[in-house]
C-alpha cells in the first residue's frame, strides 16, 4: 500500500516525479504533430471525434484489485481524447484561455501536500498566496491595499454568490443571517448580465423573483443608466430596500461595461448614510468583473511611448478598455476570473471586497470546535467553504509573479 503515496521522506527512489511526468507524457501524445498536412482534427486531442462515450457509464464497478498507477494514469490520459485542445490556435470559443506552465505546476503542487487556507496552521505560507495575490490586485483596482481583502472561491458564480451573500447582509442586517431573508429586497442587473443573476439570487434564498433586470443600450449592450436611474429611484421612493447594483465590467459575449461611476454617484446621492434610519443598508455595488478585470494590468502602461508596440488600432482598443474597466474601483465587491483572461488553470476566481473589515465583521461565525485562529490570518471564520484548496490562490499567485507587467 505505501507505494500508493508519495513517500514522506525524502529519497532519490521516490518514483512519483517521474510518475507525473509519465502522466504528462501521455497526455502530450493526444496532442496531433505540428505539420501543415497532418490530417484529422488538429484543435482536438487524440484524433478520435468519436466521443464523448456516457453510453456504460452506469455499468462502472469497483475493481476487484489494486490496478497499477501506470495503468491507472494511462486510463485518465484517454479521457482527454476528443477534447477540444484550448492551446491550439484554431480553438478559442468562450473565454477559456490555455492555462500557463507556472500556474498548472503551482497548482499541482498543492494537491501534493494539501494546504487548506481556511487558516494558517493548516496551510502555513501558502495562505500568503491568497493575500499577495489580493493586495496586487486591490493595487491594479486602486483600493487601500491594507483595507482590500480578496477570497479565492469556485468560479465567477461562487464570486457572484459572495458578492449577493455580502449585499443581502450589509442590506438587511446580520439577523437576516439567524433568521433567514424576510424581505424581498431586490437585485438591479442588466438584462445582459451572467446568469448568475438566477444561481445567487435562487441559492441564497432571496429568491429568483426579486432580480430585476435593467434594459441595455442597443449600441453598446452596457446597461441603460437611464432605465437604472429610474428603477432605483421608484424603490427608494417606495422605500423597497435595494440590496445590490450589479454591473457588469466585461459582459460575456459582447464585452460590455457598464456605467459604474455614474452608479456610484447616484447611490451616493440617494444613500448617504451606510445605513438608513430604518436600519436598512445601502446598496451595495457588486462588479462582475470575471472577464474584463485583467485589462487592469495596463494601469501604468505608456500609452504615449507604447513601449510594447502595439499597433495603433489595438493600442486604441487596449486603452479604450482599460479606461473602462478602471472605473472598477467604485465598486463594494469585485469578481476576478483568472481561469478566463488570466491564463491561469480551471477554476481559479477571486472575490475582491473593498473593505475586509466590513466583510468580516458582517460575516464571520463564532468559529469552530477543531479550528484555531493560531496566525492573524483566519478566513475559515467567515468563508462559505470549509476546506478551502490552496490551488485556486496558488495559480494566481504563481501567474502574477511569472507575468509581472510586461
Ligand atoms: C460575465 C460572467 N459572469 C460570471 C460568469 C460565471 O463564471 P464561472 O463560469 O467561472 O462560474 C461568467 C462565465 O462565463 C461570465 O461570463
Known sequence: MRSAFPTYYSTILDPFADMVGEAIRYLNQLKPPQSPSASGTPGYLGNDPTGPHYGNVTKAQLGENMASVAEVLQDAADLFRGMPNWNHPLVMPNVIPPANTAAIISAMMTQVFSP???????????????????????????????????????GGSGCYFYGIKYALTSCLGMDSRCNGIRTDAKVLVSQQGHYCKQNSTDWTGLGMNNYIEIDTDDATNAMDFNHLEEVVRSFHFSGTPIAAIVCTMGTTDAFAVDPIDKVRTLVDELYPLEKHPDGVGRPLIYADAVIGWSWLTFKGYDFAANPLGFAPEVLCEIKKNYEAISKVV???????????????????????????????ELLSRPGSAYLQARTCYNPGLYTLEVSRSGSYSMAAWATLKFMGYF
Open 116 to 154: 487548506n487556507i481556511i487558516e494558517g496552521e493548516y496551510s502555513w505560507d501558502v495562505e500568503r498566496t491568497e493575500m499577495e495575490t489580493s493586495a496586487i490586485l486591490a493595487d491594479l483596482i486602486g483600493w487601500p491595499t491594507d483595507e482590500a481583502g480578496g477570497l479565492f472561491t469556485f
Open 330 to 360: 467604485y465598486a463594494d465587491a469585485i469578481g476576478c476570473d483568472f481561469h478566463k483572461t488570466g491564463w491561469a488553470t480551471y477554476n481559479c476566481s477571486v472575490v475582491m471586497v473593498r473593505s475586509l473589515h466590513k466583510f468580516q
